[in-house]
């Protein structure tokens, strides 16, 4: 199975600050059809995972722009620019490469 | 505006068997792939079985294989997972997700597994 590293485990941010989040897989994510099939979710409190960022950079349907998606191969970032009491939750990597799909271990971001 | 609607929650004793249900909306479900995934209290996400479009093709994590069934009916908008031989390790909240970028997923169904 493709192991997704996703780090740090835990961020605390001030309203308006800019976090990042990183995801590395075991595996290259390029797919036989050229695509990468690397997708960011975020699990607020209580609450169904929403995606995000889909294959890689690809903002989500209502996703506000100080979302983006970065990297290639192996090799995945997140950032979050200019960050809003709405953002705090668990942020989750998953591949949909490979099967199984597999997903990161997720980050928690906190509001200071 | 997409729904997936989960049902079928509930406790149930170990080795007992269990199906649950997602009716979903506002797309044309016989396009998508769907899958089910898991979250055991206070931990992360995990994958457990997706079919195709048209039911050709379905995959299982190893967790579950031989013990749970994926299967749908285009003709009612509606994905079902069936569940036998539970165990305690199978308690957790059960989504289903629309397509291979999990775009849309359920409001989730709660499962315990206890005797």
């Known amino acids: 199975d493709v192991v997704m590293t996703q780090t740090p485990p835990s961020l605390s941010v001030a309203i308006g600050q800019s976090v990042s989040i990183s995801c590395k897989s075991s595996?290259?994510?390029?797919?036989?059809?050229?695509?990468?099939?690397l997708h960011w979710l975020l699990q607020s409190p209580g609450q169904s995972p929403k995606l995000l960022i889909y294959q890689v950079s690809n903002l989500g349907s209502g996703v506000p722009d100080r979302f983006s998606g970065t990297g290639s191969q192996k090799d995945f970032t997140l950032k979050i620019s200019r960050v809003e009491a709405e953002d705090l939750g668990v942020y989750y990597c998953?591949?949909?490469?490979?099967?199984?799909?597999?997903f990161g271990s997720g980050t928690k971001l906190e509001i200071k | 505006e997409v729904q997936l609607v989960e049902s079928g929650e509930g406790l149930v004793q170990p080795g007992s068997s269990m199906k649950l249900s997602c009716v979903a909306s506002?797309?044309?479900?016989?396009?998508?792939?769907m899958n089910w995934i898991r979250q055991a209290p206070k931990k992360g996400l995990e994958w457990i079985a997706l079919i195709y479009y048209d039911s050709s093709s379905k995959y299982y994590a190893d967790s579950v294989k031989g013990r749970f069934t994926i299967s749908r009916d285009n003709s009612k908008n509606t994905l079902y997972l069936e569940m036998n031989s539970l165990r305690s390790e199978d308690t957790a909240m059960y989504y289903c997700a629309k397509g291979a970028t999990v775009e849309n997923w359920g409001q989730g169904v709660m499962v315990t597994v206890s005797s």
């Open positions: 595996q290259s994510l390029v797919y036989s059809d050229g695509k990468t099939y």
């Open positions: 998953v591949q949909a490469t490979h099967f199984p799909l597999t």
């Open positions: 506002g797309f044309t479900f016989s396009n998508y792939g």
